[in-house]
């Protein structure tokens, strides 16, 4: 069983159009997280989950938003794709009260022509 | 915000060698620090972490040391094999606030 899953691994898509990468964690965590890895492998972190509530933003564009319907996902929006949004997505969560290490998902290839 | 510095960028030892990695962080608050470990293809895999209340822990052949004083942490590899070879990544946080800051990654290549 994958621990932490996301959807689609690769992603080619046109400027300007809008896209959805999906998450899902059955780790029972209550943390979630977005980090994005550049070409250079440099991992930010762009948003935090705690329990479907946000505790984190990572000054993002608003063209990003993530969405989580319950403590098990955290999908992310994309909206009007640019051509430096191009990178690796990762999902990941932790657990709650403990912190400790995050779990990564393998990863969403987006890349924007 | 945290900082963290990771040297060397890359590294490339022999077969049955040791490899050691440096990180550096900028916030005294940081706490606890994991290290990831990221194959081709694949996302980050924690491996060892350390807790600021401790000098040192040790998973068979990798051990991880701290020395909050000078704000800096090490991952030491033993007896390498070709199948550590993968980016290594270390990283800060304040324990509980579930908030990793990364360094930027130490490629590491063991020669068979």
């Known amino acids: 069983d994958t621990a932490v899953s996301q959807t689609p691994k690769y992603l080619v898509t046109q400027m300007g159009n809008d896209k959805s990468i999906k998450c899902e964690q059955n780790l029972g965590h209550d943390t979630m997280y977005w980090y994005k890895q550049d070409s250079k492998k440099f991992l930010k972190i762009m948003f935090s989950y705690n329990n479907k509530e946000l505790i984190i933003n990572e000054t993002v564009p608003n063209r990003f938003s993530p969405k989580s319907p319950d403590k098990a996902h955290l999908n992310l929006h994309i909206n009007s794709l640019e051509l430096g949004d191009s990178a690796v997505y990762f999902c990941a969560s932790s657990p709650e009260g403990q912190g400790g290490g995050a779990f990564f998902g393998q990863g969403t290839r987006l890349t924007v022509v | 915000g945290e900082n963290v510095e990771q040297h060397p960028s890359t590294l490339s030892v022999q077969e049955g060698d040791s490899a050691v990695i440096k990180c550096t962080y900028s916030d005294s608050a940081s706490n606890y620090f994991p290290w990831y470990k990221q194959e081709l293809g694949k996302g980050p895999q924690l491996i060892i972490d350390?807790?600021?209340?401790?000098g040192e822990k040790k998973d068979q052949r990798i051990a991880v040391t701290l020395n909050k004083t000078a704000k800096h942490f090490s991952l030491h590899i033993t007896e390498t094999q070709p199948e550590d070879s993968a980016v290594y990544f270390c990283?800060?946080?304040?324990?509980?606030?579930?908030?990793?800051?990364f360094g930027s990654g130490t490629k590491l290549n063991v020669k068979p």
């Open positions: 350390i807790r600021s209340n401790v």
């Open positions: 990283a800060a946080s304040i324990y509980n606030f579930n908030k990793f800051y």
